[in-house]
């Protein structure tokens, strides 16, 4: 019982207790505002989008790790993003329809902001970088681009099969 209450105060103190979301850093509103900008720089065509290919995923665990550093830049940006949106159509960038999603983009790329390079360059990152870190779901760019999986360093693939000197 006391460790409950502990926990909950802890909560309560400011820890990000997100038991109800599936992400790591982002809420659920800021993971549908980077889908949403992500799908209008990689959009689906035979191939995944940004979103479906787990870029979303990729940039979420690494706002919590190695680009700690860009949380505040994200913030500012989700919530330009979203203001930009409902001053051309009264809704977030996740609920406007598609032109008006494509107008935010082309607004966040003209401002040339920290968060519009930052987001960016972590989409194709994480549409085109090795799958074991969130994104490129199924290597479906490397697919897409004719490419072999390439090996992991450390951790090529050896056929064991034949004995040593074969």
């Not at 982002?26 to 992500?38: F, G, I, K, V």
């Not at 940006?77 to 107008?103: M, N, T, Y």
């Not at 994104?135 to 693939?157: C, F, I, Q, T, Y």
């Amino acid at each position: 019982m006391a460790g409950t209450a502990s926990a909950g105060a802890i909560c309560v103190a400011g820890c990000s207790c997100r038991s109800s979301s599936r992400w790591e850093f982002l809420s659920d509103a800021q993971a549908e505002t980077l889908a949403a900008l992500a799908d209008q720089i990689i959009p689906e065509d035979d191939f995944p989008s940004a979103s479906q290919a787990g870029v979303i995923v990729y940039i979420d665990r690494q706002l919590m790790g190695p680009y700690r550093r860009h949380r505040d830049a994200y913030q500012a940006g989700f919530e330009s993003a979203d203001r930009i949106s409902r001053e051309f159509c009264g809704v977030a960038l996740a609920q406007a329809p598609p032109p008006i999603r494509q107008e935010v983009t082309s607004a966040l790329a003209e401002q040339r902001s920290d968060f519009f390079e930052l987001a960016r360059e972590h989409i194709m990152e994480g549409y085109y970088g090795s799958p074991r870190h969130g994104g490129n779901r199924d290597a479906v760019s490397w697919r897409m681009l004719g490419l072999e999986e390439p090996p992991l360093r450390g951790r090529a693939k050896y056929d064991l099969s034949k004995g040593a000197g074969s």
